[in-house]
């Protein structure tokens, strides 16, 4: 995908340091991150009109800021949701925040409080058009109202403009069906216009694992859906759906790759993919065997088949949490780990998938004060990275950026 941007930030400036790797096909990123703002699950995009932009959680608002400078300087906070306060985040249910390069418009989707409804939530989206930073009056997704829980959403523009929106479902479910995985169902809606209204909700799946977050990724014409299953003695591998006709049908769930991982519990990490040269790859993370690491595989065939299984978090110490990000030529994927074999504090990896299949270099970019956790990356033109990550301290959360380039 090609990225265009102007530039953007600095709100303030982090004194802790981030280890530099000169590995030959390593990415130059700065010696020390940036504090965003006082928030958590920082998202970037780059874009024709308004540079970088960033989004971030903050008192139950979903903030954005945008940059002419790539970071350097920043534009006042703007609050992206209009109802005050009812945004939800929490570990792999943070907003998501998706550009349309052939408009230069901004999405933002995430999971809201209904106060009519206590014990349940809503899926929310607004949009941003191109001309000006402003955002649209949030419409609902989901179209069964906010008495179920709907939470770890996934969501992207697809390479025609539709938003496709995915999320763990519990309507029509018990409680105690919904915590065993066989309550917890995988929902869709799709949009046409822009974000103004979307499609019917469609179940694609049962038994998901409640807590991890949907994924998709386009390749040719067509949409892959990607979660976590649940099957007999607590099976809780990846499983993937596709669509040829736009998100209107979809095909019967198939495991994407057998790891064989058994765990009593959520580990509330999901999967990400993303597409090049004419693959479609994933990435996520297992601990089948008791050693936990972050896998690539890819699929040639549009997502029926993963092929060629690899680790991406070789040399690191309990890996999780990756997600993707595509240019043009080559994936960055992040992930947060610890050095080694040791004990050592929580930082943040990255490396690249070149279209050959071959990876970069793994390299700690970046680490907080305390443990650096759910990390996200943009790819920029001309060889930028953009990483984000949170940590939470005993005064609250912070939200973190470091800027890197290649070449």
Excluded at 158 to 173: E, K, M, Q, V
Aim: with cysteine.
């Amino acid at each position: 995908m090609n990225r265009r941007e102007f530039g953007s930030l600095l709100l303030a400036s982090s004194a802790v340091g981030a280890p530099r790797a000169a590995a030959a096909g390593a990415v130059d990123f700065e010696p020390a991150p940036k504090l965003l703002a006082k928030a958590r699950s920082p998202k970037f995009v780059t874009r024709r009109a308004h540079g970088l932009v960033a989004a971030y959680t903050q008192d139950g608002n979903l903030m954005m800021q945008s940059s002419p400078d790539l970071g350097d300087t920043w534009s006042p906070p703007m609050r992206v949701n209009n109802v005050p306060g009812e945004v939800s985040d929490h570990g792999e249910n943070a907003p998501q925040l998706l550009y349309d390069e052939a408009t230069d418009g901004l999405y933002a989707v995430w999971n809201a409080r209904d106060p009519k409804e206590p014990s349940g939530s809503l899926i929310r989206c607004s949009g941003s058009s191109a001309m000006r930073p402003a955002w649209t009056p949030a419409v609902t997704v989901n179209d069964d109202g906010g008495k179920a829980s709907h939470g770890f959403q996934g969501a992207a523009v697809g390479p025609d403009g539709a938003i496709y929106a995915g999320w763990l479902d519990t309507r029509g479910r018990t409680q105690s069906e919904t915590y065993t995985g066989t309550g917890s169902g995988v929902y869709l809606s799709v949009s046409r216009d822009a974000g103004k209204t979307f499609s019917k909700n469609i179940e694609i799946s049962r038994n998901v694992c409640p807590c991890c977050r949907v994924a998709f990724g386009f390749v040719g014409k067509r949409v892959v859906a990607a979660w976590r299953g649940i099957e007999a003695g607590d099976m809780r591998d990846i499983w993937v759906a596709s669509s040829s006709d736009g998100g209107v049908s979809w095909s019967k769930p198939r495991a994407a790759m057998r790891d064989g991982w058994k765990i009593r519990g959520c580990p509330h990490v999901g999967p990400s993919m993303a597409s090049l040269g004419g693959k479609l790859y994933m990435t996520w993370f297992s601990e089948a065997g008791g050693k936990p690491s972050v896998f690539v595989a890819e699929s040639a065939d549009g997502g029926e088949t993963f092929v060629n299984k690899r680790s991406a978090s070789l040399g690191t110490a309990d890996p999780t949490h990756p997600q993707f990000a595509a240019s043009e030529d080559r994936l960055g994927v992040v992930f947060q780990a610890r050095a080694g074999t040791g004990w050592g504090k929580v930082g943040i990896y990255y490396r690249e998938v070149l279209a050959t299949g071959a990876m970069t270099p793994v390299q700690r970019i970046g680490e907080g004060q305390v443990t650096s956790n759910y990390p996200s990356v943009w790819m920029g033109m001309s060889g930028r990275v953009f990483a984000g990550w949170s940590e939470t301290l005993d005064e609250g959360p912070r939200a973190y950026l470091v800027r890197g380039r290649r070449g």
